[in-house]
């Protein structure tokens, strides 16, 4: 069964203090893994997208990366703004090959000043 | 965000209602989906619809709920009779529904508290 597990479900870091997210997938023919911004209150907001295993891609403090089994989302010297839930999802091929999302249950981000 | 315009933002409903929620997607974007998100939980695929079709209704409960996406006009998410646990924020999505691409570009969402 196709499935997108998301850990730790909440992390508080110091500000400064560099970590990261992980999303692990079981899905049969991964088309793109997608990481998501969640702020209280709004809808998530795109951030990156990764095809294929050892691709990566940065955006200000975050960086993302994927395996063939998982991908992670680094952050670099986080800051309070950076505070939100990041959720992860996957693309696969769904009946009739058309598009089909999963969604992990998020990581909620707390950084501290 | 920029581009899936949803409403109402918040709607209030006495348990036996009908709630109707819209959604716009973006500029150029023909599929839409939506999702359901309870408090501190992850977001639940309700339904993926085309213009004038439905493709995927596997996450939509089989009473009450139905969804439509008409050739001119928003998509419209229906829920019938509506009971305390439907109150949820209710996000739609929208893509190019390019395949091997097609990034989700999410709306603000729908918050509907029943009463």
């Known amino acids: 069964e196709d499935q997108v597990t998301q850990s730790p479900e909440a992390l508080r870091l110091q500000e400064g203090e560099s970590s990261s997210l992980n999303c692990s997938y079981t899905v049969s023919g991964l088309r793109g893994l997608f990481w998501y911004r969640q702020d209280p209150g709004k809808g998530p907001e795109f951030l990156f997208t990764?095809?294929?295993a050892g691709e990566e891609k940065e955006k200000e403090r975050l960086k993302a990366t994927l395996t063939k089994k998982e991908s992670f989302l680094h952050i670099t010297a986080p800051k309070p703004e950076d505070s939100a839930t990041y959720l992860c999802?996957?693309?696969?091929?769904?009946?009739?090959?058309?598009?089909?999302?999963?969604f992990g249950s998020g990581t909620k981000l707390n950084v501290k000043p | 965000n920029a581009g899936v315009m949803q409403n109402p933002r918040h709607l209030v409903r006495r348990r036996g209602q009908e709630a109707r929620l819209r959604c716009s997607p973006m500029k150029g974007h023909s599929h839409v989906y939506w999702y359901r998100q309870l408090p501190e939980e992850g977001l639940k695929f309700m339904v993926y619809l085309q213009k004038e079709n439905i493709i995927d209704e596997s996450g939509m409960p089989k009473e009450r709920f139905s969804a439509e996406f008409p050739k001119e006009g928003p998509s419209i998410l229906r829920i019938q009779q509506v009971v305390r646990g439907d109150s949820a924020a209710y996000f739609c999505?929208?893509?190019?529904?390019?395949?091997?691409?097609?990034?989700?570009?999410f709306g603000e969402g729908s918050r509907l508290t029943v009463l």
């Open positions: 990764l095809y294929s």
């Open positions: 999505a929208s893509s190019d529904g390019q395949v091997n691409t097609g990034e989700l570009f």
């Open positions: 999802a996957v693309l696969t091929a769904g009946v009739y090959n058309f598009n089909k999302f999963y």
